[in-house]
């Protein structure tokens, strides 16, 4: 009786280890939509759309958002300037991260939906970061 007991919670944990690993390397694709700087929109969509890349003015102490939206980040590329703020609101269901590719930059704990997490850019460089809880999401900040 035991062993039926054993066999059971072996088969269980085999599917839940296989439901992980197809998780993490699922990305679903998304409309790519690209916004001009000089003429921004407040429209509402009714599907989720990921802007490729988006440039911030060129004024120091500037802010930018950028969202997190089920399995990726948007946008995918956000070029701003040094002294930029970045704001990233998790606006989907799932928790994700914020965390730099190499180095300690990027280190924003769990962010469960709607919470946000700020980081203020004071060198130039490209930041690669990424989901450390779905590695398959990444994306870049590029300061000039």
């Known amino acids: 009786m035991k062993q039926n007991y054993l066999l059971i919670a072996l088969v269980v944990i085999a599917i ?74 998790n606006q989907g269901a799932m928790t994700h991260t914020v965390t730099s590719d190499s180095g300690s930059e990027l280190n924003s704990g769990n962010l469960a939906t709607g919470q946000t997490y700020s980081h203020t850019f004071n060198t130039k460089g490209t930041f690669n970061y990424h989901c450390a809880i779905h590695t398959s999401m990444r994306a870049t900040v590029i300061v000039q």
């Open 16 to 89: 839940v280890i296989a439901a992980v690993v197809l998780m993490q390397g699922y990305q679903p694709s998304y409309p790519t939509t690209t916004t001009q700087p000089s003429a921004p929109t407040t429209q509402a969509t009714p599907t989720t759309q990921v802007t490729p890349t988006t440039k911030v003015p060129t004024s120091a102490n500037q802010t930018a958002t950028a969202n997190i939206v089920d399995y990726a980040f948007n946008p995918r590329t956000l070029t701003v300037q040094v002294g930029t703020a970045v704001t990233w609101t």
